[in-house]
T-cell receptor, first 112, second 112 residues
């Protein structure tokens, strides 16, 4: 499809396990963002990529969180040793210019 | 430090009345502003935008107002409809730096 694709759409994991969330941005979009929305909470910025580099990763909540982007395209957000407070919807967005960002459907992560 | 703020987490409005959602920003370098709408289990979708060279932009029932001196923007929805019930996010960018900054969102409920 032509939109931002995120996988998996739902993920249930046990506390302490590692998880990887994937984002396929719109082809040609140079900027990519990761956000999360916890239940009843607002949108929380995690990291911003421009190409393969991350000029702003100020939102990553702890060193258990990391993200990479390869080939200026696909991005993976990795959460190590998951905790229950990591449960949230993780949203990815991409943009070509700062006039509109396009979001994926999100990955709902549940840590049990 | 949150550069874009939505201080009202929620708002309830009667059907047919006006909904006013507010957003404040701190960075005077922002020159483009957007509103997004999010339904449950979906990613945010673009609603309306405004350039800093304007103070108003209208699209059907939706109007965005920008007050640069106050670093404030607002979204007016007239008349409000039950289908407008969603979470609304404002966002700001600097077209040179090419990075978006999102507010935390306001949940709008339109009561039939």
């Amino acid at each position: 499809g032509a939109g931002v694709s995120q996988s998996p759409s739902n993920k249930v994991t046990e506390k302490g396990k590692d998880v990887e969330l994937r984002c396929d941005p719109i082809s040609g979009h140079t900027a990519l963002y990761w956000y999360r929305q916890s239940l009843g909470q607002g949108l929380e910025f995690l990291i911003y990529f421009q190409g393969n580099s991350a000029p702003d990763k100020s939102g990553l909540p702890s060193d258990r969180f990391s993200a990479e982007r390869t080939g200026g395209s696909v991005s993976t957000l990795t959460i190590q040793r998951t905790q229950q407070e990591d449960s949230a919807v993780y949203l990815c967005a991409s943009s070509l210019r700062a006039t509109e960002a396009f979001f994926g459907q999100g990955t709902r992560l549940t840590v049990v | 430090d949150q550069q874009v703020k939505q201080n009202s987490p929620s708002l309830s409005v009667q059907e047919g009345r006006i909904s006013i959602l507010n957003c404040d920003y701190t960075n005077s370098m922002f020159d483009y502003f957007l509103w997004y709408k999010k339904y449950p289990a979906e990613g945010p979708t673009f609603l309306i935008s405004i350039s800093s060279i304007k103070d108003k932009n209208e699209d059907g029932r939706f109007t965005v107002f920008l007050n640069k001196s106050a670093k404030h923007l607002s979204l007016h929805i007239v008349p409000s409809q039950p289908g407008d019930s969603a979470v609304y996010f404002c966002a700001a960018s600097n077209l040179y730096r090419d990075q978006f900054y999102f507010g935390t969102g306001t949940s709008l409920t339109v009561i039939p």
